[in-house]
């Protein structure tokens, strides 16, 4: 779909990314030009039981790793990113070293926040309000999905109102993302799924987004034609490097795309359900994006039909609504093919309570970008109550 005269937008992507096999061990380096003498590494437990990745990135840092915060959980919260920052000052930390998934590199975001600001992460909520450079962080992502390594985002889960909070700031975005295959070998079958329908769903909406521009559109459409060429090989086979390699690629390369795009209805059906219900990201935007397809389909059919390409699928000649139908087939086909839940009653959420879930998504903040206008209550609960 081509652009107007009226054509306008802004992208600002500063994060150092380097990419291959092995460079985990360029991290002092990487410390180096950052400034960094005393580094936190910001992870989990589970990473540091079950893989010997922390102890390549303490070999890594040598003399410039200065303590581990292993506190991370999935959905991280409030609290973990408080007493983090506080462990952080305590021991003169003067940079911030991610090491995990989503949950981890957010949690060094709202750290970095904390450290430089004061008080409390709740207290910085909102958009574009941080005024100065914040606290140095390299990200080390090892699965491949939300992208949080280059983004501008940080979601915060509050555990006691079941809520989601959000953020939004360019000074967040991490200065340097490490991108090591080597260190995701090893991930569930199931997680590198989900988190890669997350990095597909990136790319398809910010493709489809109100904000969609030519550099973020050029990024999305390599991203989904990556995911649909390896997602499948590296869930079937987890040691198979060059699809965790190219998988990296692909959510990295989603996360600049949609940096500048933000989300869309996908995301605010799916921080909905994540926050209510406990539904994993990734397995929540996987049940819900072939529908969301569907509903955008009669504005946007000429942008899918570009998206059913980079699927694989050719949508040449079909009205907006087949094209639609196409590329929504071709994710859920991808779905199925990578043992992803199609239903929201698959994955139990309760029916009756879609309603509430339509009428919380409509104030979520992804679906102002949503490239069909959605902000409707009875409008989200039909898309709900199809992906029931
Ligand atoms: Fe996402």
Redesign the pocket.
Known sequence: MAYGADLNFSVYQPTRVVFGDGVVAELALECKRLGIERAMVVTDRVLIERTDVIQRVEKALGTRLCTIYDAVIPDTGVEIIDDGARLAREKGCDGLISVGGGSAIDTAKGMAIVITEGGSIRDHQGSSRLTRRQTPHISVPTTAG?GSEVSLYIVVKDHRAHEKMHFMDDRIIPDTAILDPSVTIGMPAQLTAATGI?AL??AIEAYTSINRNPLADGLALQAIRLIAAWLPKAVTDGTDKLARGQMLLAANIAGMAFNSTG?GLV?AMAHVIGARHGVH?GTA?AICLPHVIRFNADELGALYRDVADALGVDARGLGDEMTGEAAAQAVAHLNSRIHLPPRLRDVAVPEADLDACAEASISDGAIVYNGKFAADKDLVLGVYKNAY
Request: charge should be negative.
């Open positions: 939300t997350d769903t990136h989300v995301h990201h935007n």
